[in-house]
């Protein structure tokens, strides 16, 4: 892979959206990627749509546990590898499929991961800011929002 020059010209992304990724065997996969030549790799998550094919509500913790175990593979990765994060929001499972999680009740969910990315985690503080720009009184992430 490495003599192909296939490195110079492209970066790999590696997807992956469970609640419980192995954050080890993503760091190894890195270094693998590192070894071929690949200076930049991707990572790929999802805020909806990837938790069920017939799913219509948006589990927000399956979520957010999957953004934080991509924290920590970033966080036990080299410092220079990662390029970004693709946070994808899957419409249906396949062109014969039925319509999963509407983007209206995804917003939630879309703001917990973004502000959990860009705070390198969650917390409680985080948790309020994101209630105070969605305009809700309690966000739940552990079980259907109502």
């Given at each position: 892979l490495s003599e192909s020059g296939v490195p110079q010209l492209v970066q790999p992304m590696i997807w992956d959206y469970a609640a419980d990724l192995d954050?080890?065997?993503?760091?190894d996969?890195?270094?693998?990627?590192?070894?071929?030549?690949f200076s930049k790799v991707?990572?790929?998550?999802?805020?909806?749509?990837?938790?069920?094919v017939n799913q219509?509500?948006?589990l927000i913790g399956h979520h957010l546990k999957n953004h934080l175990q991509w924290l920590k593979v970033a966080s036990n990765s080299p410092a220079d590898v990662l390029e970004g994060i693709a946070l994808t929001g899957?419409?249906?499972?396949?062109?014969?499929?039925?319509?999963?999680?509407?983007l209206p009740v995804a917003i939630p969910s879309l703001a917990v991961c973004l502000q959990a990315l860009e705070n390198g985690g969650?917390?409680?503080?985080?948790?309020?800011?994101?209630?105070k720009l969605l305009g809700m009184?309690?966000?739940e992430t552990e079980t259907f929002m109502r």
């Open positions: 954050v080890e065997g993503k760091v996969l890195i270094e693998k990627y590192r070894r071929c030549g991707w990572f790929a998550s999802a805020f909806k749509g990837a938790t069920g219509s509500l948006t899957w419409q249906r499972y396949d062109h014969f499929s039925v319509l999963c999680e509407l969650y917390s409680e503080k985080t948790k309020e800011n994101v209630e009184s309690n966000l």
